[in-house]
């Protein structure tokens, strides 16, 4: 059970994770099963088949929704696999209001497969609450928001959205996957649901896929719960024993990943191949204050300008240390071409529209030397 009173380094090494109580073993054990005892008709021990429940993931479940401060957690095969979930609460005839600057993958969700079942979206800056409130219909059930957005770095003031979510009885989720719960914390700034993909800083490994829900709202656990059951796209005990291990260590390594940001947004920000820097933490981003307010750090996702796609190429092509690679939240420092990773199902015109640009380049900073990562980037982009 969860202690409010402890704090957060101490919640995310013991709740959900008390020793196992018939060896001992302080690390939650890895329950590879399918199916379990019964002991009798309709009786059982708390488990009859992995699919509806397993003592790994109740553990990191339980684990989440104590970070983020929800009733219920409830871990997906993937991050998609989450944010399909949830939009099984609604049914034909729906109407979400959804950032227009949400991770691509989310974005070819909500345009190419989900409307197919008589559900509708209106994409619109989020940024400005007022943009919410126009796009709001008789007929909308969900307010789904990112932010920091993917890859451009744009906030959503939570409190705000979440005020005009409730004043039209509306839940409101909120994707936390780039700032974890470590340095923003949407439930108690009034969101409904959060969503991670927790195969980025939540294993913070590169070792394995995996998606959280977490609610407040008994009702909506209630539904989850049941959608993890029927349609089976749960996360996997291996994969959950593998998160409960990234958890224990989200402090110290979001610490880090805080300082290497900082310090490698400050020397894009001053170096001369970069026109432009796309950090919370800089005070030349426009929603710097908004990111005091709500966020405790502003983390290692850094989006920057090189001018032009041959740019990009040669700078992804030069970097030693840094990966090119599609992720992020790693321990080690990713970079990647928005345009043709993340992005790449969205037309060039939504592209061109949300900004992000053939020159537009993204950082996952690690926690490697920070001199290393600095000397990096300094020698790839003298390529330019």
Known sequence: MSNTKLGFSTRAIHDGQAPDPRTGAVTVPLYLT?????????????????????????????SLASLEGGVSGHAFGSGMAAIAALVTMLKV?????????????????????????????SFVDTSNPDNVTRAIRPTTRLIHIETPTNPLMTLTDIRAVAAIAHEHGLPMSVDNTFMSPYFQRPIELGADIVMHSTTKFLNGHSDGLGG???????????????????????????ESWLILRGVKTLSVRMRQHDANGRAVADFLSKHPKVSRVLY????????????????????????????SRAN????????????????????????????????????????????????????????????????????????L
């Open 34 to 62: 399918s199916t379990y005892e019964l002991q009798g008709i309709e009786q059982h021990r708390g488990w009859e088949y992995s699919r509806v429940s397993n003592p790994t993931r109740d553990a990191v479940e339980a």
């Open 93 to 121: 005839g729906d109407h979400v209001v959804c950032g227009d600057n949400v991770y691509g993958g989310t974005t070819r969700l909500f345009t190419q497969v989900i409307p197919h079942h008589g559900i509708e979206f």
């Open 212 to 238: 959280i829900l977490v609610t407040t709202r008994p009702d909506l656990a209630e539904q989850f719960r049941f959608v993890q059951k029927c349609t089976g796209g749960i996360l996997s005990p291996f």
């Open 280 to 307: 919370p933490g800089l005070a030349s981003h426009p929603q710097h204050e908004l990111a005091k307010r709500q966020m405790s750090g502003f983390g290692s996702m850094i989006a920057f300008e090189v001018g």
């Open 312 to 383: 990009a190429d040669r700078l992804l092509r030069g970097v030693r240390v840094i990966t090119n690679g599609e992720s992020l939240g790693g321990v080690e420092s990713l970079i990647s071409h928005s345009a043709t990773t993340t992005h790449a199902a969205l037309p060039q015109e939504v592209r061109d529209r949300v900004g992000i640009t053939e020159g537009l380049v993204r950082v996952s900073v690690g926690i490697e030397d920070i001199a290393d990562i600095l000397g990096d980037l300094d020698q790839a982009l003298a390529q």
